[in-house]
C-alpha cells in the first residue's frame, strides 16, 4: 500500500475525496441527514449566483467577506474554520465536542453581526447587497451560518418560524438556522437577537416521515435546547431524527419569494403596474421552484388579485389554504384569502 504524501492530511484526502459532503464526529465520517450546501460548494454558489444575476456584486461575495474577515479577526477565514473543524473531528469526549459545537455557533453568530452590521428588510436578502451595503436579512444571515458551520462539519440548515418566544404568530415571518448537535438534541441560532441561542416554539420544517414540510410545535428543555417537536397537522410527535431543516430549492424559492414581497412598487405598500409585473415573475420563479412552498403559492394570488386577474387569485388562493391545511396550520391572511375565493 502505498504511503499518504506528507503534505496532504487524512482529513484532506478524504474531504476531498467525499466532496465536502462527510460530517465528522469523534474522528468518524458519517453520511448527512441534512440539505447540504456548505459554504465553499456549488450548492451555496446558487445562492450567490441567484442574487448576483440580478444585482451585479462590486465584488465576489465570498472574497469580499473574507477580506472582511482577514481585516476584523485577522486571520484568514478558511483556516478558522480548518481550526474548529479539526478540534471537533479529534476530541474523544461527547461533552467536550458539544461545548465546541456550540462555542462554534456563537463565533458565527458574532461574525455574521460584525462583518455584516446593518439589517435591512428591503435589501438585505441580496449577497450582493451584502457586499454593496453591509446589509442582511434573516433569510440571508441564516444561510450564511449554516453553510459555514456545514463547512465547519457541523449538521444545520434554516427553518422558518410562525410563532416567536413572546407567541406572537405570523405567516412564516422568519428564518433561524437549525444545529444539531452531536448529543442528538437541537439548537436554534438566530443572528436577529442579541444574544446566539433562540427559543422559538413555532416552527415550519421538513418531516422526512410525511415527505413533506410542517408546521410543528417545539419543546425546550431548561437549558434551551430542544428535545422534541409535535406536530400541528395531526398532534403526534415528531422525533428529532425524522425533523429537518428546509431544503436547497425551498431556500431559493423563499429568496424569491422575498425578491417578490419587496419589488418596487410591488404588493407591499402603494402598487404600480410595473412593480406588480415584477412581484408576479419572482413569485411565479419562486412557486416554480418549489410548488410546495404556501407562501410563495399565496403570495401570488395577492398579486393577481391587486392586478384585477381574479379568477387566476382565487385558483392560487385555493391552492394555498390546500397547502397550508395538508402542512399544519392555515394563518389568518390565507384564511381571508379562502373564504375571499370561495365567494
Not at 251 to 256: E, G, I, K, P, T
Amino acid at each position: 500500500m502505498r504511503r499518504m504524501p506528507q503534505h496532504f492530511s487524512r482529513r484532506q484526502v478524504l474531504k476531498g475525496l467525499l466532496g465536502g459532503a462527510a460530517l465528522w464526529a469523534t474522528g468518524r465520517a458519517q453520511r448527512p441527514l441534512f440539505p447540504q450546501y456548505p459554504y465553499r460548494s456549488a450548492a451555496f454558489g446558487r445562492f450567490l449566483e441567484d442574487s448576483y444575476a440580478l444585482i451585479p456584486a462590486p465584488k465576489p461575495f465570498r472574497s469580499w467577506l473574507e477580506a472582511a474577515y482577514q481585516a476584523h479577526y485577522h486571520e484568514p477565514l478558511e483556516e478558522a474554520l480548518d481550526h474548529r473543524r479539526t478540534r471537533m473531528e479529534t476530541t474523544r469526549n461527547p461533552r467536550e465536542r458539544v461545548v465546541l459545537e456550540e462555542a462554534t455557533a456563537v463565533w458565527l453568530h458574532r461574525t455574521v453581526k460584525a462583518l455584516i452590521p446593518r439589517f435591512s428588510l428591503e435589501r438585505g436578502f441580496e449577497f450582493s447587497n451584502a457586499v454593496r451595503f453591509g446589509e442582511r436579512q434573516c433569510l440571508l444571515q441564516s444561510v450564511l451560518i449554516a453553510g459555514l458551520l456545514q463547512e465547519a462539519g457541523l449538521e444545520a440548515g434554516v427553518v422558518m418560524v410562525w410563532r416567536n418566544p413572546e407567541g406572537k404568530e405570523s405567516n412564516l415571518g422568519h428564518a433561524v438556522v437549525l444545529l444539531r448537535g452531536s448529543d442528538g438534541q437541537d439548537r436554534l441560532v438566530d443572528a436577529s437577537d442579541p444574544t446566539p441561542f433562540a427559543r422559538h416554539p413555532g416552527l415550519y420544517l421538513w418531516d422526512r416521515s410525511a415527505h413533506d414540510y410542517r408546521f410543528v410545535e417545539a419543546h425546550f428543555s431548561a437549558e434551551g435546547v430542544t428535545h422534541g417537536y409535535t406536530r400541528l397537522a395531526d398532534g403526534k410527535p415528531l422525533p428529532l431524527d425524522l425533523a429537518q431543516p428546509l431544503d436547497v430549492a425551498f431556500l431559493r424559492s423563499q429568496f424569491d419569494y422575498y425578491r417578490g414581497e419587496r419589488a418596487p412598487g410591488g404588493f407591499i405598500g402603494p402598487s404600480t403596474p410595473e412593480g406588480l409585473e415584477a412581484s408576479a415573475r419572482f413569485l411565479e420563479r419562486a412557486m416554480a421552484r418549489q410548488p410546495r412552498n404556501p407562501l410563495a403559492v399565496y403570495g401570488l394570488g395577492y398579486v393577481y388579485r391587486k392586478q384585477g386577474r381574479l379568477e387566476p387569485a382565487r385558483k392560487q388562493f385555493r391552492m394555498a389554504y390546500q397547502l397550508y391545511l395538508a402542512q399544519g396550520y392555515v394563518p389568518p391572511g390565507p384564511q381571508e384569502a379562502q373564504r375571499w375565493a370561495g365567494a
